[in-house]
């Protein structure tokens, strides 16, 4: 079984990164875990936007995450983890959860310009991260490297 991380700042491309990896036959039955998924289908339900319900939704969503997170492991299913996985302690806190013995783990980062996230984002309707929280995301995210628990790092763009 294999844990792929997702690692990178909101815009760079890991959310459409996902939704072609789960075409491929390998990865269709895997478990996508993403609180933004569950964060946008409360809000479609409520017939709002993620911005209007993401503060009372978060906490919410991560307890599924890590719920959900149980369940692919007991099922032995292929695990996407779709979140920012900004930093190796962020990193750790996810991959010290999946045992090593059943999965191979794996980092997939996304590199963009701080310019070109900003833009991107002025273009998300009802999902956009204010401009200061972003740089502040841009400027935290450190690269996977070979001192954390992974078998395999790519990037991803």
């Avoid at 939704?19 to 409520?46: F, G, H, K, M, W």
Wanted: net charge positive; with cysteine; aromatic share 10%.
């Amino acid at each position: 079984m294999e844990l792929i991380l997702l690692c990178g700042i909101p815009t760079c491309g890991k959310s459409t990164y996902v939704n072609n990896l789960i075409t491929q036959p390998r990865y269709a039955d895997a478990v996508v875990l993403s609180t933004d998924n569950y964060i946008q289908r409360v809000a479609d339900e409520q017939g709002k936007t993620y911005d209007d319900v993401f503060k009372k939704t978060i906490s919410e969503a991560t307890d599924y995450m890590w719920e959900r997170l149980k369940f692919a492991i007991f099922e032995q299913r292929h695990i996407i983890i779709d979140q920012t996985n900004l930093t190796p302690k962020t990193r750790k806190q996810k991959t010290s959860k999946v045992p090593a013995d059943m999965y191979r783990k794996k980092a997939v980062y996304f590199e963009i310009t701080l310019k070109e996230a900003l833009e991107r984002n002025k273009h998300r309707e009802g999902k956009c991260i204010p401009e200061g929280v972003l740089k502040t995301m841009y400027h935290s995210f450190v690269i996977p490297n070979n001192t954390e628990d992974f078998e395999v790092i790519e990037r991803g763009n």
